[in-house]
Nanobody, 125 residues
Framework: QVQLVESGGGLVQAGDSLRLSCAAS??????????MGWFRQAPGKEREFVAA????????YYADSVRGRFTISRDNAKNTVYLQMNSLKPEDTAVYYC????????????????WGQGTQVTVSS
């Protein structure tokens, strides 16, 4: 059974930074073969794409709203993907989810195969 477990969320002030982590595990899960993505969902809103990184780390993609402030990275030896979030804004407040996709990098949530339970990020003004 594949498990994705996010951590690192919390309550911060505008302008602060946070680093989210997502640890992957599972008997049949070869982390290094999966595209990994981060999504977020604010109250009353649909889940939206934040960032994604290819299995070989060569390609990264960002939503316009976070480009230049957030950085996605991964450590295949540790089966972990990270999301460094700088210059946080109140509109970044959401539950953040990591997801794994066996296909090429995509921004579409429905194409991801596995999801974590999410971690809450709250940014106060």
């Amino acid at each position: 059974q594949v498990q994705l477990v996010e951590s690192g969320g919390g309550l911060v002030q505008a302008g602060d930074s946070l680093r989210l982590s997502c640890a992957a595990s599972g008997l049949t899960f070869t982390f290094s073969r999966y595209t990994m993505g981060w999504f977020r969902q604010a109250p009353g809103k649909e889940r939206e794409f934040v960032a994604a990184i290819s299995w070989n780390i060569h390609n990264t993609y960002y939503a316009d709203s976070v480009r230049g402030r957030f950085t996605i990275s991964r450590d295949n030896a540790k089966n972990t993907v990270y999301l460094q979030m700088n210059s946080l804004k109140p509109e970044d407040t959401a539950v953040y989810y990591c997801a794994a996709d066996r296909q090429a990098v995509t921004t579409l949530a429905w194409q991801y195969d596995y999801w974590g339970q999410g971690t809450q990020v709250t940014v106060s003004s």
